[in-house]
């Protein structure tokens, strides 16, 4: 009879060889299936070394079982246990490896990279929030299965069951923020309040969401910062989100020149301004006068983009052309202050009021008619009603003095 470990190398030997071939005859099988489809070499990129090592623990765990049959050694029990164990982390590994390769696939049917990207982008954001879900919950059972392997652990399940209700509580009450913050960043992505790629402007920053987790959302700014907010903000505060329904964007430029500007002239240039760029997508393009108060007229140029840094882009393209051109053709539209210088005549001699001036609500019957309707039916008094009344009352006292 063969020695125990001499036995046990060779089965060992055996049971790596037999890995590697059904490794290899895996593979062959995944490429010839997928040929000249992506999916194929994705599926092998992310599934090959949890699969290599799931199949290598297996082949140990087959070789020690085999030299050494039996609870004839003492540390077998512990063995058994570790090797179970490492097939169900290696087991779980190749769970997740399945769970990255089906949702990276869904990822990749969709583009992010087009004008119209809003379906892709609602896409990769649910889909990247269930990834981490999945993740999540098979992790949490793996660690679950490795606890019950050990005989305690088995012994207080029933207690631990029992007093899991107790525990939730006071685990919900420990971790109100926490999971408020998850509860969050799933509304956000299935009411489709916020995608990756959107556009959006918050706390003054304008910027474009990089990445949703289950709790905090990460803004990439225009200028390379990283904005980090966590996910219940954009459930309780209000946010702009230019990109909701589409990535086509209006914007507008504001020129307060003079008055002598050439709105027409203005509008022309305009025309041959946005002919001449492809940062303009031709929806749309205004020009008007807005105010005209102050000594200045505001010109409101509106113009559309395929997207928010296209549209900035071209805000500024325009804003330049505009203020050349009113700089080359047009100097006398440039904003200037007016001031009338008057020779000073003296002593200028008040005018004493009038009194029978007509009011509004006084002076007339008219008037006192418009009064009655705001008053809604309150007697007006006019100062002559006021003396006429004022001397019949003195009167009467006379008379009544006089009597007595």
Known sequence: MLDPWLQFAIVLVSALIGAVVVAALVALAVRT???????STLMIRRGRRPFRTLLLVIAVWIALLTAFPGPREEWMPGINQLFTILVIAAGSWLMIAAVLFATDLAIGQYRIDIPDNRVARRIRTQTLILRRLAIAIIVVIAVGAALLTFPAVQTIGASVLASAGIASIVAGLAAQSVLANMFAGIQLVFSEALRV???????????????????????????DRRLVLPCTYF??????NWTREGSELLGSIELDLDWRVSPTRMREHLERVLAETELWDGRASVLQVTEATGGLVRVRVLVTAQD??????????????????????????????????????GHVEAEAPRGDVD?????????????????QGVPIVSPEDDADDASAESAAGAGHRSTG
């Open 33 to 39: 299936a997928g040929r000249r489809r992506a999916w």
């Open 197 to 223: 790629d959107d556009v959006i402007v918050v706390e003054g920053e304008w910027g474009r969401v990089g990445e949703i987790t289950l709790s905090y959302v990460v803004l990439d700014l225009w200028d």
């Open 235 to 240: 459930t309780t505060t209000p946010f702009q």
């Open 308 to 345: 928010a840094p296209t549209l900035f882009d071209l805000r500024c393209f325009v804003r330049e052309a505009l203020v050349d051109w009113v700089q080359r053709q047009m100097p006398t539209a440039l904003p200037v202050q007016r001031v009338m210088m008057t020779a000073d005549t």
């Open 359 to 375: 009011g509004l609500f006084t002076g007339s019957v008219a008037a006192q008619q418009r009064a009655s309707t705001f008053t």
